[in-house]
């Protein structure tokens, strides 16, 4: 027995099972991001009626020292974060990408850090960096190499912080996987033919093709990464010591939810954005130029 059609075409069905998505895009993501833009021109306490200010709000953004701090631990952070991960996703994604004994138990291992609740994977790593009963130290003191005093000292917070961000490349992973196991494997077979070494397959073969997929990965954790500093810094430092990981997002969730600042709050968030978007721009056009070089 046929079951009754909607009287819909082929457009119409996609639009209706669309319909769920674009719903939740405005009213979850859209709405709110423009409510967040006109809240930045704009002074806001949640308890009285917002006024509007102009660029009141970005004049004292550029001479908030404060802001700057945070600005330049955020992009300290994310110079140091993208390119890592993004070699840590590649060089997982190569060497997995070949089957053999134990290999899906490997695959596993490498994505699981990504699957933890954010506050349980921070919390984990307090204990782990535990400057008195932390496993870290305790196996660098054993082997003679000195313990480093993590969240205490200012290189030691931003590199703990860098390096518990460094395991969460599951996501990546998967993506730089299936983009290296979809390769033709004619290439390479004419690559050995050709008595091509390792090296220079590499070179000519598997990057270039593998470009667009890193350019993604590269982009998302761009975007991933200015968003990711903030429940580390919050349960681990705090911002500190003497603010060394004071990153923009928990610099707006200090002015918006501790000193009731939302419109302060949201022009930073609109700063942030905005910078965002043009550090992704300059992304793009970097690696074009790097994907095309690699093909000559």
């Known amino acids: 027995m046929k079951r009754p059609r909607l009287g819909l075409g082929d457009a119409g069905q996609r639009a209706l099972l669309l319909a769920p998505y674009v719903i ?17 021109f704009s002074e806001y306490d949640l308890l009285s009626d917002p006024s509007v200010t102009g660029f009141d709000n970005f004049t004292e953004l550029a001479g908030d020292p404060l802001f ?7 992009l300290i952070f994310a110079a140091v974060v993208v390119p890592l991960r993004l070699l840590g996703a590649l ?22 850090p990504t699957v933890v609740p954010d506050v349980a994977y921070a919390l984990l790593w307090l204990f782990l960096l535990n400057p008195l009963f932390g496993p870290i130290n305790a196996t660098l003191g054993l082997i003679g190499l000195p313990q480093p005093a993590w969240l205490a000292s200012e290189g030691g917070a931003m590199a703990a912080i860098i390096l518990m961000s460094g395991f969460t490349i599951g996501e990546g992973f998967v993506v730089a996987l299936a983009a290296r196991q979809e390769l033709p494997q004619e290439l390479y077979q004419l690559a050995r033919v050709e008595g091509s070494s390792a090296l220079h397959t590499f ?17 998302r954790d761009t975007v991933f990464t200015l968003q990711i500093s903030f429940v580390p810094a919050y349960i681990l430092t705090d911002g500190g010591p003497d603010r060394a990981t004071l990153f923009l997002p928990l610099l707006v969730f200090d002015n918006a939810f501790e000193w009731l600042r939302y419109g302060y709050a949201a022009s930073m968030t609109l ?11 300059v992304q793009f056009r970097l690696l074009r130029r790097w994907r095309f070089g690699l093909g000559r």
Not at 68 to 74: K, T, V
């Open 203 to 219: 070179r000519r073969v598997t990057l270039p093709l593998l470009a667009p997929t890193l350019w993604l990965l590269a982009v």
């Open 271 to 281: 700063s942030m954005f905005i910078l965002t978007a043009l550090i992704v721009a």
């Open 24 to 40: 939740g895009v405005e009213l979850l993501v859209l709405l709110p991001a423009l409510f967040t833009f006109a809240v930045a």
């Open 68 to 74: 700057h701090r945070a600005l330049l631990n955020s």
């Open 91 to 112: 060089s997982l994604a190569l060497l997995l990408h070949r089957r053999f004994r134990g290999v899906g138990a490997a695959r596993t291992a490498v994505y699981l």
